[in-house]
């Protein structure tokens, strides 16, 4: 029997993401993601000034401003012809992971362990420790209670399997509280080289505007020990518990294969901690930006189909026969790509990086699983956790290179016209800014986002978005709680108003 079944919204996050199931003999037949609301980004833009555009799109989140920043920043630098002193380059790395680390342990812990963790094990706490005894008698006294949704965000929920021993439940939510301490730590070390947290006022073309002192250096330092810790005793530990009381999962979620990395974290040598590439059903393929394009057939606009970002274009047509998503569809060479933690450990896995090779070896062995188990929900889960270490392990590094005194930032004169492109990663993937100017004022402007990649819809060859392409075939074993499938769309971390920008 054919079933529809709608998950809307589908995120714990802010914005307003939409997935249709055709379900069939307990599974995913078809799938559709549908991104519902207009933003108009690109459209703001047109005739401002350039300088204002790192600030203008870091608005356009708040758990990702940094990398908007960033790529708008890359945008402007690439049509002015300037480059960063060490200091900027440094400082910016330490702004962009303190803003990775915070994303991370917050998609996992409040966005995504609860689909896994059993929160009403608080229910059965015995011990002394004040804090689970507090989260206890209030979701007692929320139970006892007349509110409309008691003890809500944790509940309600989809019913279904969680994690059974209590130990590892009681332990993961004593996680889930710290880790909101951690994100407040993660922002305050984000703020001192920004000037503000989430959105940077410090970021401008050239470097940043904030000093380097021994003080601002210490302050750093520390806060990235205290993240480094947490990583390694609380986040990448619950991660391996969930894979172990999950294996199915390390099958379930299996996307379009093909997987799309810009790179990040620029070092001092012109490197990048984590490089960019493109794999293709598991193979290290050659990347050619002019091959990006975006498919509209889906979208409720009326923009034409196709289009190279440079000459891409924003027209809302919320009417459009057919449309079912106001995300345009990104394609690289006509294909759909999944970006994200797990397109940059793979495309530095497939580059030969020891350290990435031995942390994914080490997990893959340890959970008795293959290379090709990476391309799951566990995966993914387990992509971003290894990811946040390494990011977490480089910032203490940087924070060292730091020279106090030094310039962080260049000097530029803002030309008359010119075009630049800014590729980065956003915590949830591939991010490009592209940037054209003329007159001094921005003639177009197009953002093409990581949940724009992963969620988008059908294109016009009738190809599904990543997402889509995830949800078939998964398991759905009771359509009124359809947790398998909740948990496969966040394993990708979407985020919707970033998304629709
Ligand atoms: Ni609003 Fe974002 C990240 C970007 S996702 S969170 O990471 O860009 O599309
Ligand atoms: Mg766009």
Same mark, same amino acid.
């Given at each position: ?16 993401? &939409? ?32 300088? !204002?555009?790192?600030?203008?799109? +870091? ?15 890359? *945008? ?40 896994? /963790?059993?929160? @009403?094990?608080?229910? +059965? ?18 139970? !006892? ?10 509940? $309600? ?7 059974? !021993? ?24 984000? *703020? ?57 999962? *390390? ?43 975006? #498919?509209? &057939? ?5 923009? =034409? ?13 919320? #009417?459009? =026969? ?13 294909? $759909? ?22 942390? /994914? ?10 290379? @090709? ?27 060292? +290179? ?8 260049? #000097?530029?004169?803002?030309? &008359? ?21 003329? #007159? ?16 988008? $819809?059908? !294109?016009?060859?009738?190809? =599904? ?33 970033? &998304?629709?920008?």
């Amino acid at each position: 029997m054919r079933t529809t079944v709608e998950i809307d919204p589908i995120t714990r996050i802010e914005g307003h993401l &939409a997935v249709r199931l055709e379900v069939d003999s307990g599974k995913v037949a078809q799938a559709f993601s549908s991104g519902e609301m207009f933003r108009g980004f690109e459209v703001i833009l047109r005739g401002r000034s350039p300088m !204002d555009a790192q600030q203008i799109t +870091q608005r356009i989140c708040g758990v990702c401003p940094i990398s908007h920043g960033l790529a708008s920043l890359g *945008a402007q630098e690439e049509a002015y012809g300037i480059s960063l002193p060490p200091n900027g380059i440094l400082a910016r790395n330490l702004i962009l992971g303190t803003n990775y680390i915070q994303s991370h342990l917050v998609h996992f812990y409040q966005l995504s362990a609860l689909d896994f /963790v059993d929160i @009403t094990a608080v229910l +059965q706490y015995k011990g002394s420790d004040p804090v689970l005894n507090n989260l206890k008698s209030w979701v007692k006294s929320q139970l !006892d209670s007349t509110a409309i949704f008691p003890a809500a965000p944790f509940l $309600p929920r989809y019913e279904g399997r969680y994690i059974e !021993d209590p130990e590892i439940n009681i332990g993961a939510i004593r996680h889930y509280l710290e880790a909101l301490e951690m994100r407040a730590l993660a922002q305050e070390a984000l *703020a001192v080289y920004g000037g503000k947290a989430p959105h940077a006022t410090a970021l401008v073309p050239g470097g940043i505007t904030e000093r380097i002192t021994a003080a601002n250096v210490a302050k750093v330092a520390s806060i990235v020990a205290r993240l480094q810790a947490f990583i390694e005793t609380a986040y990448l530990p619950d991660i391996m518990a969930v894979a172990e009381a999950f294996p199915d999962y *390390a099958e379930i979620g299996k996307g379009c294969g093909n997987f799309l990395a810009y790179g990040v974290f620029p070092e001092i040598d012109g490197s990048r901690l984590l490089p960019g590439g493109r794999v293709e059903q598991g193979r290290m393929m050659d990347f050619d930006p002019d091959k990006i394009s975006e #498919d509209t &057939a889906s979208s409720k606009l009326s923009s =034409p189909s196709g289009l190279h970002p440079y000459k891409g274009e924003t027209v809302p047509d919320p #009417d459009k =026969p057919g449309a079912y998503s106001w995300l345009k569809a990104p394609r690289y060479d006509g294909k $759909p790509q999944e970006v994200g933690p797990l397109a940059r450990i793979l495309v530095a896995y497939l580059n030969g990086d020891t350290e990435v090779k031995g942390l /994914v070896d080490g997990a893959l062995e340890a959970l008795s699983l293959p290379l @090709t188990a990476l391309d799951s929900v566990l995966g993914r889960h387990a992509a971003r956790a290894l990811e946040c270490k390494i990011v977490a392990d480089r910032c203490a590094y940087w924070v060292g +290179q730091l020279k106090a005194g030094e310039p962080a930032c260049t #000097d530029f004169e803002l030309p &008359a016209s010119g075009r630049g492109a800014g590729l980065t990663e956003a915590p949830r993937g591939a991010l490009g800014h592209w940037l054209e100017i003329e #007159d001094y004022k921005i003639a177009n402007y197009q953002c093409v986002v990581p949940t724009t990649w992963n969620c988008s $819809p059908r !294109d016009a060859q009738g190809q =599904p978005g990543p997402v889509e392409t995830a949800l078939e075939g998964t398991p759905v074993a009771d359509p009124k709680n359809p947790i398998e499938a909740a948990r496969v769309v966040r394993s990708f971390d979407p985020c919707l108003a970033c &998304a629709v920008h």
